[in-house]
Every structure is written in structure tokens, then in C-alpha cells.
């Protein structure tokens, strides 16, 4: 039986295959079909119950399906898949765009009498009326026909967008010698020298995969070699790439991505589509956004001119580089960091081996949110990857696949994505539980040894983490409304970076670190530096921040589509950037965040959701125990009001549940080392 059909389990991972996408795409699109014709008849109640029963168990089981191919285009891509995965894309697209836009089952919506509705299903239903009206169902005619064909060609081409990158990235090799080498880290070094000899290469292979490329801008003496890797990784997907690099250009893409939104907005009746994507956040207005950026830029840029000035005085006096460049500035940083704060990453990053991380981070969790994390089966699609479950009181609360390793084929970064939401299901009255996937990058480990992450990595991983606690802690049983479903995508990122002051926490650190070697744990000394090195160049990060964030939401409100985006870009960069970048730089080109994952007009929210998170951890600071633990009643109280409320109500609700007020933006200037 074609394993993408099979919905009595969890996805069967390990027996999909390219061919089984096309038979189950027509099955399901097919029953899907039939569910909307029979929900949108006259004589069909507009009843929710009756409705979700039918067509909500019928789209639910292509989503699954069509999310297990999705997901493993991105953590499993072969050409085959990829072949497959673009054919039904555009059949899968114009589904769900006509869905969103039928007038019949949107009349139905509006028939249903909202008092017979409990208070999660009137939440849903009001993001189901607001989601018909950004989906085009008020459309009629020619409009409606070219609003589903422009949705139907922008997944098309963020699609492309996502494969010129992952290819672009994969495509370079550079074998390095002995000598260019100097400076990386051993176990660096030998990963590299074991790729160079599978391609029958001497030397040392080097990638643009974030554990190669990272340590070597940060380690590597050769300023050529640094010069060489920057420069092939921030041309990547453009006209400037080297060689036949430029065959992944990204550029007409973006291009034509910017101009079907524009024109997708003034069809929904707005000016611009930073109007449109704002509708569902918290934020009220791309002006208060840019306002809030400024803002927060002025308070950052004195403290990112001074980072500035103690690389450049640091590079010339201890390092001799009188005119540094933006490819020396990692390595000037690291040495920087190394001279003044006594450490390196590389000897912290000996004490934080991938299981001893694991087990710290599920320590914390368990303890502040009363649950047990078990290892579990479930069929995976490579052997690195791990399944866990979630409980409490020794009843499943959710459960998911962890994916840590980077490797071909497999998109850079971090995500998580739910496979499933927590569900009272219509059809069977049973509880349905949530399950997530989290998907990182690191580095594997050598020699037999476990993997080595960085403190950076250690910080993903809890990142991650708590994306995956808001989906799988929730206790909201409508699934629209229940985990991740229905929370503003401003407010999204809050639980995640929430999850990241847990890594600067001696009490949670000293469960969560044994040396790769001795089994020792992080001494306290070594801790202090890392702390008193954690705004490091938080005045350039936090610039660094906003200058993305304030670039996507010029190009999405104020940039002309048919003018050439980087000289906006540029334009940006000089009001808030103080670091300089080469002009043949094209970060746009791989910024898959806004051309290809869900955060167009909305990147701003990474900054915003660290307002929200600071503050809320805030609270824990105010009631840690004299050695730092957290306060359990705290996290309780943090859980029932963010976690288990979903986006059952308005974020700004459950913020104000847990604080009792509106966010303040003094708790992050104080994380960061930026207050007065």
C-alpha cells in the first residue's frame, strides 16, 4: 500500500518514495474534493462539528501527506524527489488556494451561529473568516482567477528560489592545502580531510555548509582563504558568483516574487503587501514596524560604533591588519574575544557533547513544565535521526523527531515544523496528540566521538526546542487554534528565544556540559567568561538584526517591484549598518526566510519576539531561587498562560496573563548589554 496513505501511524519515513507522491496526491486531492462539494451543498448544515468531520479530516490528510514530502525535500532532496515534488506542487497549490477563496464554503462560514461555538472554535472561526477575505474569497471573475494563479506561481518560484540556494551551496568545493589550513579547529580539519579523500581529492574539502564555513571565517590565519569562502558564500544564487555559480541566480526570482505580491495586494485592495502580511500579526502598521526598528536602531548604533572601534584598534595593534576587511572581521572577533575574555569557542565547544546537551535540555524542561521525555520509534529517514516522547503522568502529550546533523541534500538552518496538530478529532472522538519535527545543522562527531556543538549550536537546539514545547505542551483541542495554529507570527518566535536564556543559566549549564575527553564538567571560571562575554558585539548583532528586518519591510511597503532592489538594500545599510559591505556582497539572494519561508514583511518579528521573550523571562529572573534556579511556580504559571494556550487567544492576551501588563522594551536592552 503506498505508504503516503497510510494515516493509521505515523508517517512511514523510511518506505516513502518519489513514485508513491503522484497516486497518493490524486487519492487525496480527490477526497478532498469530494469533502468540499459535499460541505458547500445547500442542504449541508453550517454546523462546525458537521463541517470539520467531513472536509477538515479530508484536507488534514493531504496536509500530512504532502508535509512528509515536503519535509523530506528538505532534509532528503534527490532529483527524483525534487522532480516529483515540483509536479504535484502546483496541483496542491491551486487547492488550497481555491479552498481559501470559495465562495460557498466561505457563505457557509458566515451562516454558522457563532454563540453555538465554544471559545477555541470562535477563535478559529475568526481567523477562518479573516484567512477567506487575505485568500480572495470576496474576489469575483477575472480577479479571482488571476488572485489563485498568482499564488499558484509564487510557489512555483519560492520553490525554485529554495533550490537555486540549496544547490548553489552544495555545487562549492574548495580543496585547501596544509598550509591554508593553519588555525582551524582539529576536528575541523579532519572532517574536511576525510571529505577531500572520498572525492579522491588531496588536501582539505571545504563547504559553505555552516560547520565548515563557520569555523574556518573564524579560525582560519589565511586571510586569502577567509577572503575566497566569504566571497562564494555572499554571491551565492547571483549574477556574481564565480564560475558557473551564476547559473543558480535567485535574481529574476526575486524579481518576479516582489511584483506578484504587489499586485496580489492591490487586488486584496490594499497598497502594498507589508499591508497584507500585517493583518494577521500584532504589529498594527508597517510604519509603527519601521518606527519600532529606528527605534531600537538609535539605541544600538553607539554601542555598535564601539564594537566597531575595538576590532579595528584590536586588528591593528595586536593582529597587524591595518585595513581589515568584512571577511577578516569573524577572525579579528574570535581573537578579540579570546585576548580580552581569556577563552575560545573551541575550548567551550569540548565540553558540550551532542547527548550530555540533550540531556540537560531535557532536564530543564521537565522540571519547569512537569513532563517526562522518553525515547520512542517511529520510522525515520536517516539513521542520525531521533524520536522522542513527550508525557505527563504517564499519558502521551506529544512527540517528535529530532534531525541534528547536516549533511547533502539537506537545507541549511534550523526549523521546526509540526507533522501534526493536537486535535479532538470529529470523526472518532478521540484526543489526536501533537508531533514535531526539529531540524538543525551541526557538525558530526570524529573518531567515534560524540558530536561537539558550539555554544551558538547549544542555542539553536534550545531555540528549536521551544518552537517545538509551544506545538506539543498546548492543551487547545481544536487544531486550527491549538500549538503553533493561529498565533500571530510576530509573537511565534517568543517561546524559542525564550528557551535560549536556559543556555546562559549556570544551574541549567552545569547539567548539560562533560568534557569530550575527561568527562569533566564546564568549569565555573570557564562559565564566567562566557558570561562576561555575552554582549559581545551585541551593538552589531542587534544592527545586523535590523538591518534585514528593516530591508524587508521597505521592500515590501515602500520598493518599486520593476526597480532593481539592491540599491534599496544599500540605501539601508547606510542609515543603520557601521560595518561596510563589499558591493559585489547579495545577501538577498539566499534570504529564504522572506522569499521562500513564510516571513515576508515579517522578519521584523525576530526582533519584536525578543522584546516579548526577554520580558517574559524576566519573570523568571524575578523569582530564581538565591543559586539561580528557576522557580518551577513560575514556569507552571509561564506554561498554562503561552504554551498550553496556543493561538487560542490574541498573543498579547496570553503575554498579559503571564505578566500581568503589556511588554516593556527595557528587559531586552538589559539581556543585550544596551541599557543606560
Given at each position: 500500500m503506498n505508504p503516503l496513505l497510510r494515516f493509521d501511524s505515523l508517517p512511514l519515513f523510511d518506505q516513502i518514495r518519489p513514485e508513491h507522491v503522484p497516486e497518493a496526491i490524486d487519492a487525496l486531492l480527490g477526497e478532498a474534493e469530494i469533502a468540499l462539494e459535499t460541505v458547500t451543498a445547500d442542504s449541508f448544515p453550517a454546523q462546525w462539528t458537521d463541517m470539520a468531520r467531513s472536509l477538515d479530516v479530508a484536507t488534514e490528510k493531504l496536509g500530512m501527506a504532502w508535509g512528509a514530502v515536503n519535509h523530506l525535500n528538505s532534509v532528503a532532496d534527490s532529483a527524483e524527489l525534487r522532480a516529483a515534488y515540483n509536479a504535484a506542487l502546483p496541483r496542491v497549490t491551486e487547492f488550497w488556494t481555491r479552498l481559501g477563496a470559495d465562495e460557498r464554503l466561505y457563505a457557509k462560514y458566515k451562516a454558522m451561529d457563532v454563540a453555538t461555538l465554544n471559545t477555541e472554535q470562535r477563535q478559529a472561526h475568526k481567523n477562518a473568516m479573516r484567512n477567506f477575505v487575505l485568500g480572495g474569497a470576496d474576489l469575483a471573475g477575472e480577479a479571482r482567477t488571476r488572485f489563485a494563479a498568482i499564488q499558484e506561481k509564487q510557489a512555483e518560484l519560492s520553490q525554485k528560489f529554495s533550490e537555486n540556494t540549496l544547490d548553489a551551496t552544495d555545487a562549492f568545493a574548495y580543496y585547501a592545502s596544509e598550509a591554508e589550513v593553519e588555525g582551524l579547529p582539529q576536528d575541523v580539519k579532519h572532517t574536511a580531510m576525510l571529505a577531500a579523500q572520498t572525492d579522491g581529492k588531496p588536501g582539505f574539502k571545504l563547504t559553505l555548509k555552516m560547520p565548515c564555513y563557520l569555523p574556518v571565517m573564524q579560525f582560519a590565519t589565511s586571510s586569502a582563504l577567509r577572503e575566497t569562502m566569504y566571497r562564494a558564500y555572499v554571491t551565492r544564487s547571483s549574477d556574481q558568483a564565480a564560475g558557473d555559480g551564476s547559473k543558480f541566480d535567485n535574481t529574476a526570482i526575486i524579481r518576479q516574487i516582489l511584483a506578484l505580491r504587489k499586485e496580489e495586494a492591490g487586488l486584496l485592495g490594499y497598497d502594498n503587501f507589508a499591508q497584507v502580511s500585517l493583518v494577521p500579526k500584532m504589529a498594527q502598521s508597517p510604519e509603527a514596524v519601521t518606527t519600532f526598528l529606528r527605534d531600537l536602531a538609535s539605541k544600538a548604533k553607539p554601542f555598535a560604533e564601539k564594537d566597531l572601534a575595538d576590532l579595528r584598534t584590536f586588528a591593528r595593534d595586536e593582529l597587524g591588519l591595518m585595513n581589515p576587511q568584512p571577511w577578516d572581521l569573524p577572525f579579528i572577533s574570535e581573537k578579540l574575544k579570546e585576548a580580552r575574555y581569556a577563552f575560545s569557542e573551541q575550548e567551550v565547544k569540548q565540553y558540550f557533547t551532542a547527548p550530555k546537551v540533550l540531556a540537560g535540555l531535557f532536564k530543564i524542561v521537565e522540571t519547569l513544565f512537569d513532563v517526562a521525555i522518553k525515547p520512542d520509534q517511529a520510522p525515520v529517514w536517516n539513521s542520525g535521526v531521533q524520536f522522542h516522547r513527550i508525557e505527563r503522568n504517564g499519558q502521551l502529550i506529544g512527540q517528535f523527531y529530532l534531525d541534528p546533523s547536516a549533511r547533502t541534500g539537506k537545507r541549511g538552518g534550523a526549523w521546526m515544523d509540526d507533522v501534526r496538530g493536537r486535535w479532538q478529532r470529529p470523526d472518532t472522538g478521540v484526543l489526536q496528540t501533537p508531533v514535531a519535527h526539529l531540524v538543525c545543522n551541526f557538525a558530526d562527531g570524529v573518531d567515534g566521538k560524540p558530536a561537539l556543538l558550539t555554544h551558538d549550536d547549544v542555542t539553536t537546539l534550545f531555540h528549536e526546542f521551544g518552537h517545538g514545547l509551544h506545538h506539543m505542551?498546548?492543551?487547545?483541542?481544536?487544531?486550527?487554534?491549538?500549538?503553533?495554529?493561529?498565533?500571530?507570527?510576530?509573537a511565534v518566535e517568543l517561546?524559542?528565544?525564550?528557551?535560549?536564556?536556559?543556555?546562559?543559566?549556570?544551574?541549567?549549564?552545569?547539567?548539560?556540559?562533560?568534557?569530550?575527553?575527561?568527562?569533566?564538567?564546564?568549569?565555573?571560571?570557564?562559565?564566567?567568561?562566557?558570561l562576561a562575554a555575552r554582549n559581545f558585539q551585541s551593538g552589531l548583532q542587534t544592527l545586523r538584526q535590523i538591518e534585514f528586518s528593516l530591508f524587508d519591510m521597505l521592500l515590501h511597503s515602500s520598493h518599486d517591484p520593476a526597480q532593481d532592489f539592491m540599491p534599496l538594500l544599500e540605501a539601508v545599510r547606510r542609515e543603520v549598518a557601521v560595518v561596510s559591505s563589499p558591493p559585489w556582497s547579495r545577501a538577498p539572494h539566499t534570504f529564504g526566510h522572506i522569499f521562500a519561508g513564510g516571513y515576508a514583511a515579517g522578519y521584523y518579528s525576530y526582533k519584536w519576539a525578543e522584546v516579548l521573550s526577554a520580558d517574559a523571562y524576566a519573570a523568571f529572573e524575578e523569582t530564581a531561587a538565591a543559586d539561580g534556579t528557576p522557580s518551577v511556580e513560575t514556569g507552571t504559571k509561564y506554561r498554562q498562560a503561552i504554551l498550553e494556550a496556543g493561538g487560542s487567544r490574541p498573543a498579547m492576551e496570553s503575554f498579559k496573563a503571564f505578566r500581568g501588563r503589556e511588554p516593556s522594551l527595557d528587559a531586552l536592552l538589559r539581556h543585550q548589554g544596551m541599557s543606560a
Open positions: 505542551l498546548t492543551q487547545v483541542n481544536e487544531h486550527d487554534v491549538s500549538g503553533i495554529s493561529g498565533v500571530e507570527w510576530d517561546p524559542s528565544q525564550f528557551m535560549e536564556n536556559f543556555c546562559w543559566e549556570w544551574s541549567v549549564l552545569q547539567h548539560m556540559t562533560a568534557h569530550v575527553e575527561t568527562g569533566s564538567s564546564l568549569p565555573r571560571a570557564l562559565f564566567d567568561k562566557m
